[in-house]
């Protein structure tokens, strides 16, 4: 994985907020407003645009009018380029300390900074995270919560390995930790986030839940994660099988949660109608099956779905990676690194544009 050549030097204290859009004008007002409205005040907001044209710069030109003491950076990729790539764009702009992940289209709460960098000075831990609470996109309306279980708090990393818990926009890191396990993988369809966390897991990097709500997720709206809930799960059990030699997990206890994951994942295939998930394959669910069979043998009726599943619908390919670069080709390892210094007069450069 390639590592990020930073533009900036680190500046202490500073929270380097990433927010990727494509079309989600719609809910910039909101999201941006929930940045406006945080107790933390030492933050800059880097937003990329992957390759719309929806107006977005515009609200993030007014916004960076509105809050001069802050740096507000707007890039943009002449054409969509996807969601890891458009992040890892930003992580060069950024000069932060910590770097807080914000997809556009959720909200923060005006305790979402202060609790997660208070959290990791306080401790020096590497990444703090928090539960959401879901919302509807149509009417607002609460749909739940997602976040750890007690036990999974507990029992982490060896809990990731059940479910994907730890949500992007509920999570500040140190910027280090993304110098040092490197880029955000273009390879996945929507489950980069996941293997990010994985990844961070696998090496070692300490990870510490910030108990509240400090962050609300939408949901059910155009473009969501949950429309192709599918090859989601699909995708989410692949990552998590490639972090099965992680040190210090019980190896048979993972490999089992993988396997339940994966069977999930070859049901949902079988049973979501495509006009509910479009990704909804039911030719793909005997190659999940026999997959989760070979992490769990003792499971035969993983060996028995996957044959009758072949016999009823065919067998197919599963979810294939995506071949695309993860950084522009002008990002270099021996770009030097500026000092940082946030600009008063001028909170938005007036050649913003990049080209991917």
């Avoid at 699909?234 to 997990?249: D, N, Q, V």
């Avoid at 769990?296 to 695309?324: D, E, M, N, T």
């Amino acid at each position: 994985m390639e590592n990020l050549p930073f533009k900036y030097a680190e500046t202490f204290g500073l929270v380097s907020i990433i927010m990727p859009t494509r079309n989600g004008r719609r809910y910039l007002v909101e999201a941006l407003q929930g940045i406006s409205n945080q107790n933390y005040p030492n933050w800059e907001l880097i937003v990329v645009e992957d390759g719309s044209q929806d107006g977005a710069e515009e609200l993030v030109r007014q916004f960076a009018g509105q809050h001069l003491d802050n740096r507000v950076v707007y890039r943009r990729n002449e054409t969509s380029c996807g969601a890891a790539y458009t992040r890892n764009l930003a992580f060069l702009e950024s000069a932060g300390e910590y770097v807080a992940f914000h997809d556009c289209d959720d909200k923060w709460l005006p305790t979402h900074l202060q609790a997660c960098v208070s959290t990791l000075e306080e401790t020096g831990d590497d990444l703090a995270y928090s539960t959401v609470v879901m919302f509807a996109d149509a009417d607002g309306s609460t749909m739940g919560v997602w976040g750890p279980t007690s036990w999974e708090v507990q029992s982490f990393p060896q809990s990731m390995f059940g479910r994907s818990y730890v949500t992007p926009s509920a999570t500040v890191t140190r910027r280090s930790v993304i110098g040092e396990i490197g880029v955000w993988d273009s390879q996945y369809h929507c489950c980069e986030d996941a293997d990010f966390m994985m990844r961070a897991a696998y090496a070692g990097k300490r990870f510490r839940y910030v108990p509240g709500v400090h962050c609300l997720y939408r949901k059910e709206h155009d473009g969501a994660t949950t429309q192709k809930l599918a090859q989601t799960i699909e995708e989410s059990s692949l990552i998590a099988k490639r972090y099965l030699s992680m040190p210090g997990i019980d190896g048979r206890a993972a490999r089992h949660a993988v396997a339940a994951t994966m069977a999930v994942a070859a049901k949902l295939h079988q049973t979501r109608p495509r006009t509910i998930d479009p990704s909804a394959t039911p030719s793909r669910a005997a190659r999940i099956y026999a997959r989760a069979w070979r992490l769990h043998r003792s499971r035969w009726r993983y060996l028995f779905k996957a044959v009758y599943s072949a016999c009823r619908y065919g067998v197919s390919k599963g979810v294939q990676p995506i071949y695309r670069p993860n950084l522009p080709p002008w990002a270099s390892a021996s770009a030097p690194i500026e000092s940082y210094a946030p600009p008063v007069a001028a909170p938005l450069a007036t050649q913003d544009r990049q080209a991917a």
